[in-house]
């Protein structure tokens, strides 16, 4: 059983920047492939990122790209999304989520929730204008 904790998040104005980062425990990190997804009020759950560590590809929702960086740190079984260019329509709630890499591949797969085994609490990023 894998346990997600996230941190970081906030509010910050259009422009700035933030960084999420969630942990990882009770699992050996390494062997699954890290996203990370995000819910606005009234909308459904879209995914934002994903680092596949099967195939050593990352993959990023057209909304983002250019924009947020998705990374990860087997050491500290730590994965991380970078946010920059931060625009208003990126308030939302932010969940990471774990799924075994061996069983997903492909951006059709890392962008379908459904797939995931494990999921963060959220944490709430507030973009002001």
């Known amino acids: 059983q894998v346990q997600l904790g996230q941190s970081g998040g906030g509010m910050v104005q259009a422009g700035g920047s933030l960084r999420l980062s969630c942990a990882a425990s009770?699992?050996?990190?390494?062997?699954?492939?890290m996203g990370w997804f995000r819910q606005a009020l009234g909308k459904e759950r879209e995914f934002v990122a994903a680092?596949?560590?099967?195939?050593?590809?990352?993959y990023y929702a057209d909304s983002v790209k250019g924009r947020f960086t998705i990374s990860r740190d087997n050491a500290k079984n730590t994965v991380y999304l970078q946010m920059n260019s931060l625009k208003p329509e990126d308030t939302a709630v932010y969940y990471c989520?774990?799924?075994?890499?061996?069983?997903?591949?492909?951006?059709?797969?890392?962008?379908?929730?459904?797939?995931?085994?494990?999921w963060g609490q959220g944490t709430q990023v507030t973009v002001s204008s």
């Open positions: 680092d596949s560590r099967h195939d050593d590809n990352t």
């Open positions: 989520a774990a799924v075994r890499a061996a069983s997903c591949s492909g951006h059709g797969c890392f962008d379908d929730a459904a797939r995931y085994d494990y």
């Open positions: 009770g699992g050996t990190f390494s062997s699954y492939a």
